[in-house]
């Protein structure tokens, strides 16, 4: 593979603050990095034997970030809809996590999920699920970059018969990629109600040893809030502040019912958040407070987590919804405009990741993870505005380039390095016998 390549042929959204699009403009790529941004003319002089990427007159800008999924639940999409978080978590999905969920079934699960990711314009996803290394050697033979974990939970998980073996899990996940330049490990205590103080303070020291991300859940349903406030005497939010736990390295998924304590408390120790409004209104959990998340200062993305609860890893649906959701609820069309909504999905959900010095923006010295969103269809035409083109009419089947640190993952809507019929028929014919009463 060549380690030169010109995007060419769109407007690029180069997603640096203050910035406007450039019209008929280009990317230049080499070993892997941004070499040159502005007018195409300009970056094919600059470039004039690299390969070309035609972006044919559609939006060159930045890949999705979702920064908060579980990549092999892919496999329980449909399994169990129009429940409560608690019954659809411990009645059914950790049931069927326990039966169907191998390292062979993630490895299958993960290549799935990519491969919907990748079609959504994907370019990094925060997986926190089990058989970590597993997940991490899928996306690296992949290409798509990625946050990966081990589930740290009180109880066995399918990777991990007890809590310490889920820590030496971790453990050997970070060792495996601490330097990779794809895949980043973290550490993964799953929730402040599943995760005794002891543990939580384990997971948060392992975190600290090798500097890596710490995800958890927080705040997702009022239960939860309310079971530490009797048990504990604190919001979720404190209580994680009281243990330590909370600090710039730490991704707060969901974080729906959180108080202005809680916010400012998030904010003083500049924990980044992930929200998931697709999933939170799905499971009827509520709604997170995102414009006054984003009026505090937070370090915000959006994910989606995972495709049992959603059903789908679209992060630009869900954003598209968030943006409506909050005009109607607020009754101010003002709020989560255009092109805030697109710095969430790509330079905000690169920060809630601590990855904003390397992706989220087309920056020189940054990594090439970019897309290419096809503009020609009936549902966008006519084009006027960019920014509210992406927040209120693009769809992810109008993606139909992807690059990840230089290299093509999608061309021309074709996935690359996924054989996309292999995993399809696999994923089905393990989907018609996991079902209860199908053994």
Request: hydrophobic share 45%; glycine share 10%.
């Amino acid at each position: 593979m060549s380690s030169e390549l010109v995007i060419h042929g769109g407007t690029v959204l180069t997603m640096e603050s203050g910035t406007q699009p450039i019209a008929n403009g280009a990317v230049g790529i080499r070993n892997g990095l941004i070499a040159v941004v502005g007018a195409a003319a300009e970056v094919l002089a600059t470039m004039p034997g690299a390969p070309r990427l035609d972006a044919g007159g559609g939006l060159i800008l930045p890949g999705f970030v979702n920064a908060h999924t579980h990549l092999a639940m892919t496999l329980l999409r449909g399994f169990a809809d129009d429940l409560t978080l608690r019954e659809w978590l411990e009645q059914h999905i950790w049931p069927a996590e326990r039966r169907l969920m191998s390292a062979q079934t993630v490895a299958l699960g993960t290549r799935l999920a990519a491969a919907e990711s990748l079609r959504a314009g994907v370019t990094t996803v925060c997986d926190m699920y089990f058989f970590g290394t597993t997940v991490g050697d899928v996306l690296a033979d992949i290409g798509l970059r990625a946050l990966v974990s081990e589930g740290i939970l009180d109880y066995p998980t399918p990777a991990a018969d007890s809590p310490e073996a889920a820590l030496r899990l971790s453990r050997e996940l970070l060792e495996r990629f601490r330097h990779h330049p794809l895949i980043r490990p973290a550490v993964a205590p799953h929730a402040p109600y599943s995760v005794s103080a002891a543990r939580l303070a384990s997971a948060a020291e392992l975190a600290e040893e090798f500097e890596a991300p710490l995800m958890i859940h927080l705040a997702e349903t009022r239960q939860e809030v309310e079971q530490l406030l009797r048990d504990k005497g604190l919001s979720p939010a404190a209580y994680l502040a009281d243990l330590g736990i909370l600090s710039e390295r730490t991704i707060a998924a969901h974080c729906v019912h959180i108080s202005p304590d809680d916010l400012a408390l998030l904010r003083e120790l500049e924990v980044g958040v992930a929200t998931n409004p697709v999933s939170n209104l799905k499971l009827g959990s509520g709604i997170a407070p995102l414009p006054q998340m984003l009026a505090a200062g937070l370090r915000v993305g959006f994910g989606t987590d995972g495709a049992a609860s959603n059903n789908t890893l679209d992060p630009l649906r869900d954003a598209q919804l968030a943006s409506l959701l909050y005009k109607g609820v607020t009754g101010d069309p003002t709020v989560l405009p255009a092109r805030k909504l697109i710095e969430l999905l790509t330079v905000g959900g690169a920060g809630v990741l601590g990855l904003a010095d390397r992706i989220g923006s087309l920056t020189p010295g940054k990594e090439a993870d970019i897309l290419c969103l096809d503009v020609n269809g009936p549902h966008a035409t006519p084009l006027v505005d960019p920014f509210a083109h992406l927040a209120y009419a693009a769809r992810a089947s109008d993606v139909r380039h992807v690059v990840v640190r230089g290299r093509p993952l999608l061309q021309d809507r074709t996935l690359t390095t996924i054989d996309l019929d292999g995993v399809l028929a696999a994923a089905r014919a393990l989907a018609a016998g996991a079902r209860p009463g199908s053994h």
